[in-house]
């Protein structure tokens, strides 16, 4: 038997063919909004928190998620590490428990 799963969207690069990088992040979640308003079965937008970092962090620690990525406001996309976004990981999330447990060695 499978658990079922939620994935969440959290950035739109591209669209159609037009390369939404060198859009701020306001504008490209707006477009992922618009491409994904119907239902999606387990996919889903992230919302964004409207909380000082710590207060969010609590609170998807709280819901057992795996992390959030912080993003700056009005931020253009750059791939790889990036002053304009942090990932926070929920050292206690399910997922990264089993992971530890697991022996991926082979």
């Not at 959290?10 to 690069?13: E, K, R, T, V």
């Given at each position: ?8 969207a959290?950035?739109?690069?591209e669209?159609?063919?037009q390369d ?29 928190i ?21 993003k ?10 990036s ?10 999330a ?13």
């Open positions: 038997m499978y658990a079922s799963a939620q994935l969440y959290f950035d739109l690069l669209l159609d063919g939404l990088r060198g859009e701020p992040i306001e504008v490209r979640k707006k477009a992922l909004s618009h491409l994904l308003r119907k239902d999606r079965g387990g996919l889903l937008i992230s919302q964004p409207d909380a000082p970092a710590d207060v969010a962090f609590q609170h998807i620690c709280q819901l057992d998620l795996e992390g959030i990525v912080f700056k406001l009005g931020s253009r996309y750059e791939s790889g590490r002053s304009l976004w942090l990932k926070a990981i929920n050292p206690s399910p997922a990264l428990l089993r992971l530890e447990q697991e022996d991926w060695r082979g």
